[in-house]
């Protein structure tokens, strides 16, 4: 266990220090927080960077990785940047998924060529998970009023955890 006080102790940042999620690519550790990502490098046990996708709506609340991209639920919509892109860390390496819109996303994964994104309501405070496929189609309604804890892929599967249970799908690989 490795006490990173680095958060906490920045000055530069104001008001909140909220961490929503941790996600791990490789030897990096993204840290998605109101205030945008934190990057830890987990080899050397320091922050790299601190990335900032949004002037106005900087809240992260989750990160997905493909080989060569980044893909963040944000406050205000789905975004991508490409892992290899020097401004990274600032507002215009990243590109908004348009086919989202600018709704809140609390939860996203890659699974089978498609994009797996789960969208909050104002209106009447509901969860919807979306997809988004290679052919950027975009499904809605996939799965609606259950409050999701989390997305992951793992062994060739998409799990979906809600206040329902936990859902699974296999890869077409597999036969799912």
């Known amino acids: ?12 940042i104001l008001g909140s220090k909220s961490i929503y999620r941790v996600r791990i690519d490789g030897n990096t550790a993204y840290f998605c927080c109101n205030f945008g990502i ?17 002037l106005t709506k900087p809240e992260t609340f989750d990160i997905a990785f493909s080989e060569d991209s980044l ?6 919509g789905v975004f991508k940047a490409n892992k ?5 860390p600032y507002y215009i ?8 819109g600018t709704s809140k996303y609390y939860h ?10 789960v969208a909050y309501n104002a209106g009447d405070a509901s969860e ?35 206040n329902d249970g936990l859902r699974t799908y296999k890869s077409t690989a597999e036969g799912g």
């Not at 046990?45 to 900032?52: A, F, H, Y």
């Not at 390496?93 to 989202?100: D, L, R, Y």
């Not at 988004?132 to 804890?149: C, E, F, M, R, V």
């Open 93 to 100: 390496a990243w590109t908004p998924v348009s086919a989202f």
């Open 1 to 12: 266990v490795t006490n990173f006080s680095d958060i906490k102790r920045a000055g530069s």
């Open 71 to 76: 893909y963040i639920a944000t406050a205000a």
């Open 128 to 162: 919807n998970l979306l997809r988004l496929n290679k052919n950027a189609t975009l499904t809605q309604g996939i799965s609606a009023g259950y409050d999701y804890a989390d997305l992951r892929v793992s062994g060739g599967r998409l799990f979906i955890a809600s």
């Open 108 to 117: 996203i994964a890659l699974f089978e060529e498609s994009i797996f994104a």
């Open 38 to 54: 934190v990057t830890v490098d987990l080899i050397k046990r320091e922050v790299r960077s601190t990335i900032l996708p949004s």
């Open 84 to 88: 290899e892109d020097k401004t990274l």
